[in-house]
């Protein structure tokens, strides 16, 4: 397997006015092509920051990324926007989903900025929905389904254009357990099958423990990793 992302010495500080609010002080972390991991720590040790680097969504104040065989850090913003239209699915705890729009349409989001045309958009999208469960539902505003049901959508939008790469913050943070089960065997079934590489933000150890890889974080520093036996 050879490695998807590669981060060295990565900093990251916020600015806050004149203040510098320095959060990740130096991370080198290897994801390997493939892998299901869970990236664990406590409530503010930089684990949404470096996951929103990881997917150039902001820009590191020191270090490189190499993610999916770039090199981000050193990318255009025009290059960065297509590099994660097209090689990044993120999946957040709040869903994100667009209001007035229906399952189906949500989906077709990712499709519609990589400009597939209509009909074939629709039939892909169909797909993905069907794949998570969720055909039934084609025509439902977010507000009509569930929490779980949401972020089946969500899942399913991130996924419809096949990214190498699945970014998840906390995606079951909102779920009660029965669901989350669900939402992670969704996960991993994906990861199985179609060998998309996986970096899953979670406070849970039951979601932790099924993953192939947990890299814990502390106050901005990678603090252990542990080989999980997981669900795999
Ligand atoms: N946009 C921002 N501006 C200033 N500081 C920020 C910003 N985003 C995060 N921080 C700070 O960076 C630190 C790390 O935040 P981050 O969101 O990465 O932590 P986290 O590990 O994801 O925490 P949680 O588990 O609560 O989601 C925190 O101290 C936070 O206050
Ligand atoms: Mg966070």
Redesign the pocket.
């Known amino acids: 397997m050879p490695e998807l992302i590669i981060t060295e010495g990565l900093k990251h500080s ?3 006015g004149k203040i510098e ?1 320095p ?1 990740l002080f130096g991370i080198d972390m290897t994801v390997l092509d493939g892998q299901f991991i869970a990236l664990c ?12 680097l990881i997917g150039g969504l902001i820009r590191p104040t020191g270090g490189k990324i190499m993610c999916c065989g770039s090199e981000i850090t050193e990318m255009s913003e025009d290059q960065l926007s297509l590099f994660r239209r097209e090689q990044i699915g993120f999946i957040f705890q709040s869903y994100n989903l667009l209001p007035d729009l229906t399952a189906l349409e949500n989906v077709e989001i990712p499709l519609i900025f990589a400009e597939v045309a209509a009909a074939r958009r629709r039939d892909m999208a169909r797909r993905v929905l069907e794949m998570v469960g969720l055909s039934g539902r084609a025509d439902h505003k977010p507000n009509e389904l569930s929490g779980g049901q949401q972020q089946r959508v969500s899942i399913a939008r991130a996924l419809v254009n096949s990214p190498r790469l699945v970014l998840a ?2 995606p079951t943070g909102n779920l009660d357990s029965r669901t989350e089960q669900e939402i992670m065997d969704l996960m991993q079934e994906m990861n199985r099958e179609k060998g998309q590489t996986f970096v899953v ?1 979670t ?1 849970d150890h039951a979601v932790a423990g099924r993953a192939d890889r947990v890299i814990y ?1 502390r106050d ?1 520093l990678i603090d252990g990793e542990e080989e999980s036996s997981g669900g795999l």
């Open positions: 916020f600015n806050l609010v959060v720590g406590t409530s503010g040790s930089g684990k949404s920051t470096l996951l929103n913050d906390e933000v406070h974080l901005g």
